[in-house]
């Protein structure tokens, strides 16, 4: 049997696609402890990067010293070696008495590996 092809041309594609969900822990001073009913809000910027797809995904609340994560953010071929900046600022905290952190800069490199 002989194969023929009537297009010998063969095209290959490739995509490539990712996701991630940036995390936040909320620590207090030693000695410290959580204030009874209190909960803290955090929430993510970004002025160059793609936000979380979920709505409300760019907001997370903690009700004691542990951790929490934001809406997955979706990345495509369009943001490979991309570098974005997220900002992450405790938006809500405990009211007086107690000191709010301060922001934190996250820098996410996306790569294709």
Do not use: R
């Not at 620590?27 to 979380?52: N, Q, R």
């Not at 070696?81 to 709010?100: K, R």
């Amino acid at each position: 049997m002989v194969y023929t092809p009537t297009n010998d041309t063969i095209t290959n594609t490739y995509s490539a696609t990712g996701k991630n969900e940036l995390e936040i822990t909320k620590a207090l001073a030693d000695g410290c402890t959580w204030p009874a009913g209190k909960s803290v809000t955090f929430t993510l910027t970004s002025e160059d990067g793609p936000m979380p797809t979920a709505e409300g995904g760019d907001k997370v609340t903690l009700s004691s010293a542990t951790s929490g994560k934001f809406g997955e953010i979706v990345w495509t071929d369009a943001d490979k070696d991309q570098v974005y900046h997220y900002t992450i600022t405790e938006t809500t905290g405990f009211g007086a008495g107690w000191t709010a952190s301060d922001p934190v800069t996250a820098t996410v490199t996306v790569t294709d590996n």
